[in-house]
């Protein structure tokens, strides 16, 4: 009967220390993960940006220009000409998503520092618990 008034009232259920140690840690797990991808995929647009610098030379000179280019493990003869606006269309789609995963990170990021503010050490627990409110991380 108590969980029932619990939810009328709209309040989530509370959570042991532990828990919200738990997804404390588990948010900052997250930050990293998003951290790590954008910094690869950043690198992978920067691999895209010098292919094109070097493809764009060779299309001025010679678009009929042989080139080879890795599609799904398998190496293809194509023209400058072709494999150009590709490569383009490639670079822009990986900058979108690393814009999209950016905002990802700001949000999460707000969450934590947020949380951070709402956390309490408790140096009389030998557990080394915090103690937060729920409603600040659980999502």
Do not use: W
């Not at 919200?20 to 948010?27: D, K, P």
């Amino acid at each position: 009967m108590s969980s029932s008034t619990a939810k009328a009232k709209g309040k989530p259920p509370a959570l042991s220390d532990q828990e919200i140690q738990q997804n404390y840690v588990r948010l900052q797990n997250e930050l990293q993960a998003l951290a790590r991808k954008i910094g690869e995929l950043e690198s992978e647009a920067d691999e895209h940006t010098l292919v094109l610098v070097t493809l764009d030379e060779a299309l001025a000179e010679d678009p009929e220009r042989k080139c080879f280019r890795l599609i799904g493990g398998v190496l293809v003869e194509r023209t400058v000409k072709d494999v150009s606006p590709a490569l383009k269309t490639n670079r822009d789609g990986i900058r979108k998503v690393i814009s999209t995963l950016a905002e990802q990170y700001k949000t999460k990021e707000k969450i934590l520092k947020h949380s951070r503010k709402n956390i309490i050490f408790d140096p009389f627990n030998d557990d080394d618990a915090f103690l937060l409110d729920p409603s600040m991380i659980t999502q």
